[in-house]
């Protein structure tokens, strides 16, 4: 099935497909009446259709080319309409007869289907950007880009009205039929706070359009007549679902294309609240069947009642909507009664007390079965003080064992403008800071356990593509794709100083933990050694011929390691004479440099191969096969993560000893995105299903899974205290995960 209409206030519905035939579903019945089959030879593939209110006409486009108007209760063929030679990417037909074609060029025709004249024909404003000298500020000639394709239409009940949208360039048009002029006209634009409309849905009518922006975060409804945008509320659509709205705006519903987001879920569009998520086998049939049917097309009722869901295999998928206001109702299980409820708390405070006179009296494992036994007690298991009597003990008197669970604490949405797709937040040691750049060069800091903003730096920077951070959360180091690095006082709130290369634009920075120094590589090849607290230029090394492509400090600044992009060599570095100890041979490609945690090693993952490295005798340790360029290291030093392709099992996730190159074990997971937690006992995996997963690397045995994000995960990272996760995604957003640990406490 390739398209659907839903008619007669949700009792009827037809369907197109590749067979080239409609279908006329009666709701009601909930069965097919009657096929109505194409007349004319070639490829009769439906791409395309739209049905008036009453159900009795349809208009139809097929892959062909050809644009038809049917008699569907006679089931013939009454004309051809559209005259452009252009592929048809959508229709529309009021109840009064007017039919609108939109064409991949751009243009839009409209039609009085009734007597197969042509009123207008309409051209979609092509989309217009205006070019910015980024180093100067110097205003450029404007683009005029060509007319993007018209995916969505719509047209009034009097015809006299229609509305065009080409999603491509972000742009909704409401066209006034009899003139041909356009009335009102949105496009991307900082004043709606998107960054730019990535998806519409349009009411049958053309009277509200949805405008998805899955960047921004955000969507809006626009009540094209009269002209006005309601309040932005938070999108939660996925950016490959297909979305239909109801005729009246306040309902959209939302299903996953090609078997992607397969739950069919239910919006109010007033709060963007999910009314409803309608999973697989709703429908009668069994999940793994119900899985085999990618959605390929949605459409809903006027009225919102219900909504129908094609698939690929041209099953057609009913299902009932709740209405805009809907509550789940309340379900109790067993009542308690309010001296009950008191008697359980006064229980709980009463183990807890007796936890800490165990803790002062030197008996840390009583104090141990005291708060596990109040955090068995129902409603206390994420009881705030009973977690942090908890982790104070086990981190001060025990070691950790097990994971017991993990759940999401916040979610932070801010669109390209706050985060930059692809690039986590640096997280400070005592895991209370985060800082993030934005592509409007804004540079923010956060409290990392509420999400709260607690400041935004006045001044503004190119977009940022790294950012590094002190282990004292005093300084901060970021890089942008202009070609600076700027050095950030976070207690002072604004920028220190701007750290330059030897002459050509800065490519890579890195900094050591304890903020005292910093390395900048330029694109000349040279490195630049800053001492920080005194912001002072140390020394200039010619490192590389050729742009400078990674750099990386140990963690007490005695070494540094540089690659170069065209030269192919990495080479190491000794800070405090500026001397060269050791060049490598690389190849061509991404590499990623890391130093053990004792700046005893440094590691180099480059063209399928991670190599080891010590850094006082220039020795080779040892040579593992990889995969890709990224490498985590525990915060001890001890573990390592690599991806890796192994010839029985294909690609997974290696984990290994730093010190030996001792392959601990191969995790069963295909991805880019991982990270090792502090103590090197876990790994945490972001897939491409976009689903984490935490593995115990004892066993190589996966402990937890947590969904959510309804985009792939760019970025994860463990807290430095282990108690957190923090996870980006391509909108981007940023969540914060909590870890709850149990530990093994004796004595």
């Given amino acids: 099935m390739t398209a659907v209409a839903v008619a007669q206030g949700g009792r009827l519905a037809v369907s197109g497909g590749e067979d080239g035939c409609l279908r006329i579903w009666s709701l009601v019945e909930g069965r097919c009446e009657r096929e109505v089959t194409a007349t004319k030879k070639g490829d009769t593939a439906v791409t395309a259709l739209a049905v008036a209110p009453d159900g009795r006409t349809a208009v139809v486009a097929r892959r062909a080319g050809r644009v038809e108007l049917w008699d569907l209760e006679r089931g013939v063929a009454v004309r051809a309409l559209g005259r452009q030679r252009s592929t048809v990417s959508a229709v529309a037909l009021s109840g009064s007869g007017t039919a609108a074609i939109g064409y991949e060029n751009g243009w839009i025709e ?10 207008r024909r309409l051209e979609h404003p092509p989309h217009t950007y205006q070019q910015v000298d980024a180093a100067t500020g110097r205003i450029l000639p404007k683009i005029h880009e060509s007319p993007a394709p018209v995916r969505v239409l719509g047209v009034s009940e009097d015809g006299e009205v229609a509305v065009s949208a080409a999603p491509e360039d972000g742009s909704v048009v409401v066209w006034e039929v009899a003139t041909g ?21 349009l009411s049958p009518s053309g009277r509200y359009a949805l405008l998805i922006g899955h960047q921004s975060g955000l969507a809006h409804v626009w009540e094209t007549r009269p002209n006005r945008v309601r309040e932005p509320v938070p999108n939660n659509v996925n950016r490959y679902a297909l979305v239909a709205l109801s005729g ?15 739950p069919v879920r239910v919006w109010e569009t007033a709060s963007g609240r999910c009314l409803r998520t309608i999973a697989p086998g709703h429908d009668g049939l069994p999940v793994e069947l119900s899985n085999l049917f990618p959605h390929t097309c949605v459409a809903v009722s006027a009225d919102g009642g219900v909504t129908v869901v094609g698939d690929e295999y041209g099953g057609l998928h009913l299902y009932r909507l709740p209405r805009p206001g809907f509550r789940a109702p309340w379900s109790y299980e067993r009542p308690l009664a309010a001296s009950t409820l008191l008697s359980t708390e006064a229980q709980v405070r009463e183990r807890i007390g007796r936890a800490e006179e165990f803790a002062e009296r030197g008996m840390p494992a009583r104090a141990a079965e005291e708060l596990r036994a109040a955090r068995a007690v129902v409603g206390f298991e994420r009881h705030p003080e009973l977690r942090a009597r908890w982790e104070h003990l086990g981190r001060t008197a025990g070691e950790r064992s097990d994971l017991l669970g993990i759940w999401q604490r916040y979610e932070l949405r801010g669109g390209t403008f706050t985060f930059v797709p692809g690039m986590g937040p640096a997280l400070s040691v005592d895991g209370e800071l985060a800082v993030t750049g934005g592509a409007d060069g804004r540079i923010r800091v956060w409290e990392l356990q509420t999400g709260r903003q607690l400041h935004t730096f006045a001044e503004r920077v190119g977009k940022p593509h790294t950012i590094v951070l002190a282990a004292d959360a005093q300084l901060a180091l970021t890089v942008d794709w202009s070609g600076t690095a700027q050095l950030w006082d976070l207690p002072a709130g604004g920028r220190r100083a701007e750290l330059h290369g030897d002459h050509g634009p800065v490519r890579v920075a890195a900094m050591d933990s304890a903020g005292q120094y910093a390395i900048v590589g330029d694109a000349d090849g040279a490195l630049c050694l800053w001492r920080l607290r005194s912001v002072h230029l140390v020394r200039t090394m010619v490192a590389h011929q050729g742009p400078v492509g990674s750099v990386r400090l140990s963690d007490d600044g005695r070494f540094a390691a540089s690659a170069g992009v065209e030269d192919r060599t990495c080479r190491l570095w000794r800070t405090g004479t500026g001397s060269p100890l050791l060049t490598i041979p690389v190849g061509v490609g991404q590499m990623s440099l890391r130093f053990t945690a004792d700046g005893r090693h440094l590691l180099v993952n480059s063209m399928g191969q991670l190599t080891a490295w010590d850094v006082l005798t220039g020795r ?39 010190a030996t190159g001792r392959v601990r074990c191969d995790i069963a997971s295909d991805t880019d995105v991982f990270d090792v937690s502090p103590d090197g006992r876990y790994v945490v995996t972001a897939d491409r299903d976009r689903v984490l997963r935490i593995w115990d690397v004892r066993t190589g045995r996966r402990v937890h899974e947590c969904d959510g994000h309804p985009e792939p995960v760019s970025s994860v990272a463990f807290t430095a205290d282990g108690r957190n996760l923090v996870s980006v995604d ?3 957003a940023i969540r914060l995960w909590e870890l709850d640990w149990d530990y093994d406490v004796t004595g």
């Fill in 181 to 201: 002029r356009w009335l009102h006209r949105l496009v991307k634009s900082a004043d709606m706070r998107m960054t730019g409309v990535d998806q519409v849905a």
């Fill in 730 to 732: 391509n909108r981007p």
């Fill in 110 to 119: 409209v039609w009085d289907a009734n007597r197969g004249r042509l009123r």
């Fill in 248 to 262: 009246d705006g306040d309902t959209a519903v939302s299903v996953g294309s090609g078997g992607l987001d397969k």
């Fill in 620 to 658: 080779q340790r040892y040579v593992m096969e990889s995969w890709g360029d990224a490498v985590a290291v525990s915060r001890d030093g001890r573990i390592g993560v690599v991806s890796a392709r192994r010839a029985e099992r294909g690609r997974v996730t290696s984990v290994w000893e730093t």
